[in-house]
């Protein structure tokens, strides 16, 4: 009598389970536009000067600090952080600086809202000076082609506020 053996299907089973791994670390802007951008260009160059880049696609992330809709489309200001996994933006203190995003079709600012991660591909278009508190600040500005807006993470801390101490909550 033929015995099967079970380690096909083991195989078959890692093989399904390494494609669907490989699949959910795939970069959230797309391979084309991505193979347009100059691994030499950082986030930090174009920031400072960006008119020295006018016309390069980048990739930046980050997160949005103000969204309006505007006759030219939808404005985004973001504050840049550096990207980690799949170019979503870290959660760190670090940043190489402000730029504006021009999507040139509506968004709804309730949900590019502030606060929200965002990764964008797009063209440096040059530079666009804004107030910014009692200074004018020059922001690149990046005509956007791709946008991904990256899901709310969820806090699984749990806070009782019948069991408030002082000015703080007591975390159980």
Same mark, same amino acid.
């Given at each position: ?11 078959? !089973?890692?093989? /399904?389970? !390494? ?7 795939? =970069?959230?802007i797309?391979k084309? !536009?991505?193979?347009?951008? #100059?691994? $030499? /260009? ?5 920031? #400072?000067?960006?008119?020295?880049? #006018? ?6 992330s980050?997160v ?16 840049? %952080?550096p990207?980690g ?5 870290k ?5 190489e600086? %402000? ?7 509506y968004l709804?600012?309730s949900?590019?809202?502030?606060? %929200?991660?965002?990764t ?7 530079? %666009?000076?804004?107030p910014?508190?009692? /200074?004018?600040?020059?922001? =690149? ?9 990256w899901?709310?993470?969820?806090? $699984?801390t749990?806070?009782?506020?019948s ?5 703080g909550?007591l975390?159980?």
């Amino acid at each position: 009598m033929l015995r099967r053996s079970k380690y096909p299907t083991f195989f078959k !089973l890692m093989t /399904i389970i !390494l494609w669907v791994s490989m699949i959910g670390c795939a =970069p959230v802007i797309s391979k084309q !536009l991505r193979e347009q951008v #100059k691994p $030499n /260009i950082t986030a930090g160059d174009v920031l #400072k000067n960006p008119e020295n880049y #006018k016309g390069e696609m980048v990739v930046l992330s980050g997160v949005i600090i103000e969204s309006e809709n505007t006759k030219e489309g939808t404005l985004l200001k973001v504050l840049q %952080r550096p990207s980690g996994l799949r170019e979503k933006p870290k959660d760190v203190d670090t940043s190489e600086g %402000r730029f504006l995003a021009l999507v040139d079709h509506y968004l709804d600012v309730s949900v590019y809202a502030k606060d %929200r991660a965002v990764t964008i591909g797009g063209t440096i278009q040059g530079m %666009r000076t804004l107030p910014l508190g009692e /200074i004018q600040y020059n922001y =690149p500005l990046i005509n956007v082609k791709e946008i991904h807006l990256w899901p709310v993470e969820k806090s $699984n801390t749990y806070t009782n506020p019948s069991f408030q101490i002082g000015v703080g909550y007591l975390y159980w």
